[in-house]
């Protein structure tokens, strides 16, 4: 991690940085540069010369201030994939919040990471930068005085996971661009590694902390040690049930963390990742080296589950929280009862693929999301006609064909909304709200109907910010619109969102109030039609 800490002068400039919580400086410097992972050289985004780019360290409620300087040829965005910047939107860079960085030009992110713990990743949002890097862990601790509900590990290791093209970005994007779907991924990355080029060291009879994110672009993953158990710990800043699994799926854009003991014989061990529900199969292995190993790895790595549905729903169901840990404050998690509070409306998503115009393109509610050269929150702020509609996506399925349009939903803060995320394709899909942690109350197999209610969860599920949503099945959210804001809804299948399989949720306060959203940031980039306007009133 590189923190440099600037000037008292840059600080007064912030004014946004909430005064009596610490500030934590990063100054990353994005370039191109040759990486290999699977061996053959390609072209990578690197954060300071690092692929994958540094990990972010963090406590609850420190504010982060990170200058982006974009060395690269093209425009760039960072995300931050689970921070919930609290009345804060501006800060999401992604397409419709933030103008792209320019080739040259930097940008000074300012975030707070408000009531939070957890593991989390920052990944480059713009075109198919994924593709070629630029993500790295983000962790938030807990304040001191707050108690974990676990001893503290040995080592605390970030665990970057996805599939990989050999392809570099542009020439993945040039195909979607030209209406085609992507190909099969080449392999599967841990820490921009291929085949065993990962390697954690470990004491023997110690306990350490894994915390994985799938970063990948489409697959579900599945994680295992050989020979050892995983205690699951948390996902995505909740503390769960301290469940122990012989191996864990993440599915893409999901975050979790979990507790290995070293309890066997000093040797080295695999850690194997491995595609879920494709055929074929995708598979590496990392290093679990013990510090005092008399023996390398050697034979198959133990297998996994491979097309099973069923094991990977019943594993879904077991990750609970854990109602009496602490979350990031000092209550236990299970005090605030999401399942007593009735909702006022429910929301159905229904993911499809179709050719429109002759390409290629992924919708949801039939729409398939183009961008706009205005973001969506400038033209907002500044009142620029034209640029979205709100209601151009139905808050239901209307079986229409597939059409293009810059989708905007509309919802009012402090609602509590039930939303339904409809999978009737054969593949695994993955959605994710930007600003926000939602309960996942229920998940199942055929056609939601409001019949299934009386299976949902309504005491201990997980609060998470990413979820899947298995083949021909659904997936039921409870989530309480308390950030103003106009935030991304995305598919994580990568190709998919590229592709149009997202909107933005506008989450609208009437009341013109700081208290509610803070005003637009003095640095923040205008372009489109919102180029040469003023920040703030003078
Ligand atoms: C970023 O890195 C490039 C390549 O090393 C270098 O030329 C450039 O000066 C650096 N920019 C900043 C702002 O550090
Ligand atoms: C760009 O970086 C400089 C310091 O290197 C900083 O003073 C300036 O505010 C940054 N620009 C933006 C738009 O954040
Ligand atoms: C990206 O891939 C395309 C197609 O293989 C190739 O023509 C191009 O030179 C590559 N670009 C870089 C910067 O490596
Ligand atoms: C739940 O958290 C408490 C700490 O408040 C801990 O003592 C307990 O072991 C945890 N229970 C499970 C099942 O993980
Ligand atoms: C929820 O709705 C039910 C039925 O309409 C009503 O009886 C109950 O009072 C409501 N609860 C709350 C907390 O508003």
């Avoid at 290093?287 to 097309?307: A, C, F, K, Q």
């Avoid at 005090?335 to 429910?346: A, C, F, K, L, Q």
């Avoid at 609060?463 to 298995?470: E, P, S």
Wanted: a positive charge; aromatic letters at 12%.
């Amino acid at each position: 991690m590189r923190v440099n800490v600037a000037s008292l002068a840059f600080l007064c400039f912030l004014s946004l940085v909430h005064g009596d919580d610490p500030s934590r400086f990063f100054n990353w410097n994005i370039t191109f540069g040759n990486i290999y992972p699977l061996g053959v050289p390609q072209q990578g985004i690197l954060v300071n010369g690092q692929f994958p780019g540094p990990d972010i360290y963090c406590v609850t409620n420190d504010n982060l201030i990170i200058n982006v300087h974009n060395s690269l040829t093209e425009p760039f965005l960072i995300s931050w994939n689970g921070i919930q910047q609290r009345r804060n939107s501006w800060e999401d860079g992604v397409y419709g919040t933030n103008c792209p960085i320019p080739p040259g030009k930097n940008f000074t992110y300012i975030l707070q990471v408000k009531d939070q713990i957890g593991s989390f990743f920052y990944f480059s949002s713009l075109d198919f930068h994924k593709a070629a890097g630029g993500f790295g862990g983000i962790r938030i601790l807990s304040r001191p005085r707050i108690p974990i509900p676990f001893s503290d590990p040995s080592g605390d290791f970030t665990v970057l996971i996805g599939d990989w093209y050999k392809a570099n970005h542009t020439a993945l994007k040039a195909r979607l661009d030209r209406g085609k779907k992507l190909p099969f991924p080449d392999g599967i990355l841990v820490n921009g590694r291929g085949p065993n080029g990962a390697s954690f060291t470990v004491d023997p009879g110690k306990t350490y902390r894994f915390r994985v994110s799938n970063v990948g672009l489409q697959n579900s993953l599945n994680i295992r040690f050989q020979g050892h158990k995983m205690k699951l710990v948390e996902v995505e800043g909740t503390h769960t049930l301290q469940n122990t699994y012989s191996s864990l799926d993440v599915h893409a854009g999901q975050s979790c963390s979990f507790l290995v003991t070293m309890d066997q014989l000093p040797q080295d061990y695999y850690i194997a990742v491995s595609t879920r529900f494709t055929d074929p199969v995708l598979i590496t292995t990392a290093v679990l080296h013990y510090s005092n190993s008399g023996r390398r790895v050697n034979g198959p790595p133990p297998g996994g589950p491979t097309i099973q549905i069923d094991w990977s729903l019943n594993q879904a169901k077991s990750i609970r929280t854990n109602l009496t840990a602490s979350g990031p404050r000092p209550n236990p998690q299970g005090s605030y009862h999401y399942g007593m509070i009735n909702t006022s409306s429910t929301i159905r998503l229904a993911n499809s693929a179709a050719l429109v115009n002759g390409k290629q393109r992924y919708a949801v509610n039939s729409v398939s999301f183009i961008p706009s050269e205005t973001p969506l929150k400038l033209a907002d702020y500044y009142k620029i006609s034209g640029v979205f509609r709100l209601g151009s996506i139905s808050d239901n399925p209307t079986g229409q064909k597939e059409y293009l349009d810059t989708s905007v939903m509309p919802a009012d803060f402090r609602a509590f909304v039930e939303i339904i995320f409809e999978n009737k394709e054969s593949i695994i899909q993955s959605w994710h709200l930007d600003g926000y942690s939602f309960w996942v109350v229920g998940m199942d197999g055929g056609q939601w109907s409001p019949a299934n209610r009386k299976e949902y969860n309504l005491r201990d599920a997980v609060a998470r910010c990413t979820t899947q949503v298995y083949p021909r099945s659904w997936t039921a959210i409870y989530v309480a619109l308390d950030n103003v804001g106009m935030w991304n809804v995305r598919s994580e299948f990568w190709a998919r969102r590229y592709l149009g399989q997202q909107f933005y949720l506008r989450v609208y306060s009437p009341v013109n109030s700081i208290r509610d959203e803070y005003p637009i940031p003095k640095n923040a980039l205008l372009c489109g039609r919102a180029a040469g306007r003023h920040t703030r009133p003078l």
